[in-house]
């Protein structure tokens, strides 16, 4: 018995580990794709509330044809998310995507789109 109660809590334990790896590595992580004319300075997504928009999420400039893994490391909201993007030159958007379904974010002079 003692070995069945074992065997049932560790296979509990590792089915959550597992559903919880899941969640956690499948929301928000995409490859940002700048297909655009600018070089992008700023990725910001919001708070949820679409009230304001938080930090940052690039640690440089994303230039023109570059390609970027953007990993967000954990399931805090809605997989529908308003972001904005901003260029050096002045290129300013507001998009909308669903992160948790997006592999490749494409961002171009007029639309963000995904595939």
Known sequence: ???LNKTAAFSIGLYLCLVHSTFA??????????ESHHAIKSFQTDDGKGSKYGKNWLSSNLKPGQVRGMRFNKWEGPCEVNFKV????????????????TTDLYIDDEAATTN
């Open 86 to 101: 901003i260029s050096v030159d002045g290129f300013v958007h507001e998009y909308s995507s669903d992160f948790c379904s």
């Open 1 to 3: 018995m003692k070995l």
């Open 25 to 34: 590595n499948t929301w928000a992580d995409f490859r940002l794709h700048n």
